[in-house]
Each structure stands twice: as structure tokens, then as C-alpha cells.
């Protein structure tokens, strides 16, 4: 099932969604699945963790011990102070990790490679160079964590948990999401 | 239990989550501005899938053994500021917070500004927070649809997962996902 051919892109020209055989090696699994599995994760997150499944505020916990080399005060303020020791915290800085070192595994199993920049980029903003599309990536980080903090949770935590239990917050913060987004994708090109 | 075995657990976990990411092909920048284009329904499928379950497991976690459930607070301002600027943020870089993860682990150069830049806005917004507090506080506390409707927990949650899984089949029906991932399975048709 190993995929050797590839094209000048280093991509697989084979057809991507292959039946049957190893799940590990196969490219692309149905979202259904791929979404159960990432459902199922909040058994040991709300068990053993005491928590739901979330993402963006182990960029506090990093980005504090990081801000604390340069501002040796930055511990004194609170918000980074409550993000920076303690396991709950530790474990989801693990988690991100983990995404990771799974997706690294998972394309490796496939036999999937990627370019250093997606193609849709090209197609859509009709930027083709690694420089201008690597400040894209950098403010379009900036904006996604400044929002994820400030509505106090992202696609994860207000999204995939916080629907999951029914809270009110998540319902108004996962519509403003989408608008904005859809909003946003449409002033791009379609591809 | 402690930080040292919390985070084997979280590196475990997040292992699991990576590889469901790429398998289900979610991580894809192409994959995710489809979704807010309308092109491809990928996202959402996945999405609503991670929502049907996990209101599945929460009902019987907290329905059958009282497991205590984390709604965040609402403080509908911060909400729609953040979830707006949050929603930009996707399409900009292309990626969630967590999927940048994954789009790095699979060989996504650019996804690695998109985690310097993250953690520049997380900085920011620690730095800003002082200020922005009395902006954001204040709310009706940690409202959820089950306390509102004055129903229990896992009713609401059951229902509302029969509910989106009826859409599902709806949504697969007239929009099968194999055709939806493109032949390069990176939501993009040619």
C-alpha cells in the first residue's frame, strides 16, 4: 500500500480515498470516523483530566514562559500567572504536542507529503512565494489567538466541548466564528 | 495525578488527536477555507461528528454517573469580538489552533509562523487582558440550553445529537465526502 510514485509537487498521483485495507496506511479516513475518534477523546479528558478537550490556552502557558525571559515581570500579571504551572495546564501544552506527533505519524503511514506551502494559497490570494505567505500565516496566528483568549476558547474548546455541553457562550461564540469566517473566505477567491 | 503523568496522558492524547486530524483530512488549509467557501463540507462534517459523540459521552458521563461538566461563562461580547477575530484568524492562517499542530507534524513549513504568530497574540492579549477586563466581565455567569429549557442535561444533549445526526445524513447524502476531498485528498478539485 506504500506509495513510492510521486509527481513534482512530491504528491502521490494515486487516488487519495483507497478501500479497505490498513486504516494507518490509508490516506484519508471518512470525517465521521476521524470526528468520533476526536469524541471520544473527552472520555479521559473530563475522567482523568477533569477538563474539556481544548487547544488555545496552551499558547498562554508557552507564550508566558516565553514573554518571561524577555520581561522578567510577566509572571506578576495574572492572566499568565494562572496559565503558567499545574498540570492542567501541562497537559494540554502535551496535547498540542501530541497533535503533532500524530499527524507526523499519520502522514508518514500514508506515505503523504506536503510542500512547504499548501497550493490553495497560490489559488486563492495568488501568493506563490514562501516569504509572503509566511507573513500571512504569522498575522493570521496573531488574529486566531488574540480572538481564541479574548472569547475564552477556540474551535476545540468552545467548539467541539462547548457545544458538546450545551453552553450558551459556545453557541454565540462558534456563529461568530463562522460568519467572520465565511465573511472572510468569500473576499478570496474561490478555488 | 501529577504534571509528569498528566502530560504522557496529554501527549497520548494529543497523539490520537493528530492522527484523527490527518486521517480526516481537517488539517488541510485547503480543506478548512473550503469549508467557509462553501466548496467543500468536509470541516463541518468532522466538526459535527466530534459535537454528535461528544454530546453522546456527556450525556451518559454526567446522566448516568454525575461526572461534573465545564460550560465556559458567558460574556457575550468577548464572545462575538473574539469569535469574530477568531473566525479571521482561521482563514488567515488557514489552520485552528490545534490543526496548526498538525499542519506542522505533516510538513507545513508556513504552519510554523502561524505558531509564532499565535503565540505573539496569546502574549498580546495576556498583556492586553488588564485593560480588556472590564470590557469582557460581567455576563449572566455559565448559561447552558439544558438549565434554560429547565430540562435535564441528557435529554437536551440526546436530542439535540439526533438532531445534528439527521443533518449529517442529509448533508452526506447530497454531498458524499470522498468526492468532497479532491483528488490530492486537500479539498481542492483539480
Excluded at chain 1, 509572503?132 to 476558547?153: D, E, S, W
Amino acid at each position: 500500500m506504500s506509495q513510492t510514485r510521486t509527481d513534482a509537487h512530491g504528491l502521490a498521483p494515486t487516488c487519495p480515498v483507497r478501500q479497505g485495507g490498513d486504516a494507518l496506511r490509508r490516506r484519508a479516513w471518512s470525517p465521521y470516523a476521524a470526528g468520533i475518534l476526536i469524541g471520544l477523546l473527552q472520555v479521559p479528558a473530563f475522567l482523568l483530566v477533569n477538563t474539556a478537550l481544548g487547544a488555545s490556552s496552551s499558547f498562554v502557558t508557552l507564550g508566558g514562559h516565553i514573554a518571561a525571559w524577555f520581561d522578567p515581570g510577566a509572571m506578576d500579571t495574572a492572566y499568565f500567572a494562572a496559565h503558567a504551572a499545574g498540570a492542567k495546564n501541562w497537559w494540554q501544552v502535551a496535547l498540542v504536542i501530541g497533535i503533532g506527533i500524530g499527524a507526523f505519524a499519520s502522514a508518514r503511514f500514508s506515505g503523504t507529503r506536503r510542500g512547504a506551502v499548501a497550493p490553495v494559497w497560490r489559488r486563492a490570494v495568488g501568493i506563490s512565494g514562501f516569504a509572503p505567505r509566511a507573513a500571512m500565516a504569522f498575522a493570521g496566528g496573531f488574529v486566531l489567538l488574540f480572538g481564541a483568549r479574548l472569547a475564552n476558547g477556540c474551535t476545540s474548546g468552545h467548539g467541539v466541548s462547548g457545544l458538546a455541553q450545551l453552553a450558551v457562550s459556545s453557541m454565540v461564540a462558534v456563529a461568530a466564528m463562522f460568519a467572520a469566517g465565511i465573511a472572510a473566505a468569500m473576499l478570496m477567491r474561490r478555488v | 495525578m501529577d504534571v509528569y503523568r498528566m502530560a504522557v496522558l496529554g501527549l497520548v492524547m494529543g497523539v490520537a488527536f493528530g492522527f484523527a486530524l490527518e486521517k480526516g483530512r481537517v488539517f488541510e488549509p485547503g480543506v478548512i477555507l473550503g469549508q467557509m467557501q462553501f466548496r467543500t463540507f468536509t470541516m463541518l462534517k468532522m466538526f459535527l461528528a466530534a459535537v454528535v459523540t461528544g454530546l453522546v459521552v456527556l450525556a451518559a458521563l454526567n446522566g448516568l454517573w454525575g461526572v461534573k461538566l465545564h460550560p465556559k461563562a458567558t460574556e457575550l461580547g468577548a464572545e462575538i469580538v473574539g469569535g469574530s477575530l477568531l473566525g479571521i484568524g482561521i482563514v488567515l492562517a488557514g489552520a485552528c489552533p490545534g490543526t496548526l499542530f498538525a499542519q506542522i507534524g505533516a510538513g507545513y513549513r508556513d504552519a510554523w509562523f502561524a505558531l509564532a504568530g499565535g503565540l505573539a497574540g496569546a502574549v498580546a492579549f495576556g498583556y492586553a487582558e488588564p485593560a480588556l477586563r472590564p470590557l469582557i466581565s460581567g455576563g449572566p455567569g455559565k448559561l447552558t440550553l439544558d438549565a434554560l429549557l429547565g430540562l435535564p442535561f441528557w435529554a437536551v444533549a440526546l436530542t439535540l445529537a439526533a438532531v445534528l445526526t439527521a443533518g449529517l445524513y442529509a448533508l452526506e447524502r447530497a454531498r458524499p465526502w470522498r468526492a468532497d476531498l479532491g483528488p490530492e485528498a486537500d479539498g481542492l478539485r483539480e
